[in-house]
């Protein structure tokens, strides 16, 4: 069964430093990958999504993944972050022929002063 | 434009109640997908509705859940004999529709809490 993996289930990290989220997903298909963003008691954003092409994805608020085929991995950087950017995070994975979205369990980023 | 919207933003019930809960999606958004985010399972698929074609159940936990989805637009969700393991937050998404995965909008959620 196909399934995505977020191995840290909180980052703690100081303002205006790099920060690296990982995450990683098993599927004998290919995939399309997702990273959505989640502020307190709000909806899900999209924050960016690889579909095909570059391997390296940028998104909004500065963020950027990159699609590594190999390690079956589509791990989240932003090179500086801010406080405004706690939140939760989950990646998410489509699969062909599929249109419902696979979840990994969230990682909370937590920016402090 | 209008995003997704959800109501009730927030719904407390009685187990054993039924309760419904809507969705309405954007504006020409062929697809509309159910999701729930509890503590316990993270955030799981429910159901997927595209255009006119049979809906995928597949991720309904029990035959207690249900939804339908009214010309082509608006979608209920319906959780009868409610128990305390429904509590979560239900998301709604909807997105343009099928072939590539298009970007799926989210609504804010209506958070279901059994008492």
Redesign the interface.
């Known amino acids: 069964a196909q399934s995505v993996t977020q191995l840290d289930s909180q980052v703690p990290v100081f303002e205006e430093a790099p920060v690296e989220l990982r995450c990683n997903y098993s599927s004998s298909v290919s995939v399309?990958l997702f990273w959505?963003v989640q502020y307190p008691n709000?909806?899900?954003?999209?924050l960016l999504?690889y579909?095909s092409g570059s391997t390296l994805v940028k998104g909004i608020n500065g963020f950027e993944a990159e699609f590594n085929k190999s390690q079956t991995s589509f791990h989240l950087r932003k090179p500086s972050v801010h406080i405004s950017d706690t939140a939760e995070y989950?990646c998410?994975v489509?699969f062909t022929g599929f249109?419902?979205?696979?979840?990994?369990?969230?990682t909370r980023l937590l920016v402090s002063p | 434009g209008a995003g997704?919207s959800q109501s009730p933003s927030n719904k407390v019930t009685e187990k054993g109640k039924d309760v419904e809960l809507r969705c309405d999606p954007i504006s020409g958004h062929t697809?509309l997908?159910w999701?729930r985010q509890s503590l316990g399972q993270?955030?799981?698929?429910l159901i997927?509705f595209?255009g006119n074609s049979a809906p995928?159940k597949?991720?309904l936990p029990s035959d207690r859940f249900s939804a339908e989805r009214t010309g082509g637009s608006v979608s209920t969700l319906t959780i009868q004999r409610t128990q305390q393991e429904d509590s979560a937050v239900y998301?709604c998404?909807s997105?343009q529709g099928?072939g590539?995965?298009y970007?799926?909008?989210?609504?804010?959620?209506t958070r279901l809490t059994v008492t």
């Open positions: 399309y959505y709000q909806g899900l954003q999209l999504k579909l989950f998410a489509t249109q419902k979205l696979v979840f990994g369990t969230g | 997704v697809a997908y999701y993270g955030l799981e698929f997927y595209q995928d597949s991720g998301l998404a997105s099928q590539n995965p970007e799926q909008y989210f609504g804010p959620g």
